[in-house]
């Protein structure tokens, strides 16, 4: 049930995934560190503490991790202080890192499915209704596209560009 490759993507022997999309974003988000970070920024983590000790990973992957996704443009900076204690940064969502949260919630979602025995701890629900949420592949007319009906093909702009 593999997705329709149109036109020259049919033959794979043809063509390389060159300048791939997933490869970039897994060149920032790839790393178990950084999903987590996105996780807990997700429920409102913001200080770096809270971070490494909520992920369970050393201040130097936390720092690496948080620095790594503050210069990719996921996370921004914010200044705070505590009385008599020196500035610190928290670290909160950009839109660009808000718009990575279906990557988050599409793992959550997968391993309630296939890891915790479709009985997960925890739940998604819509905060207006309580209504359970889930991730889905839809076109921008809003059908639902199963796998076996999505087609990929080379965009045209991206290939007049290069």
Known sequence: MPVVLEGPL???RSWKPDDCSIVKALDI???RSAVLILREAMYGTTRFDGFAERI????AAAAAALRKLTEAGLLSKRPYREEGKRTRNEY???QMGTDALPVVLALWQWGDRYLQGNVPPLERVENDTGAPVRLEIRS?????????NLRVRVNKAWRRRH
Request: charged share 25%; no cysteine; proline share 5%.
């Open 10 to 12: 049919r033959d794979l």
């Open 56 to 59: 369970g990973i050393t201040d």
């Open 92 to 94: 909160v969502l950009t």
């Open 140 to 148: 921008e007319a809003g059908n639902e596209v199963p796998v076996d």
């Open 29 to 31: 988000v790839g790393t």
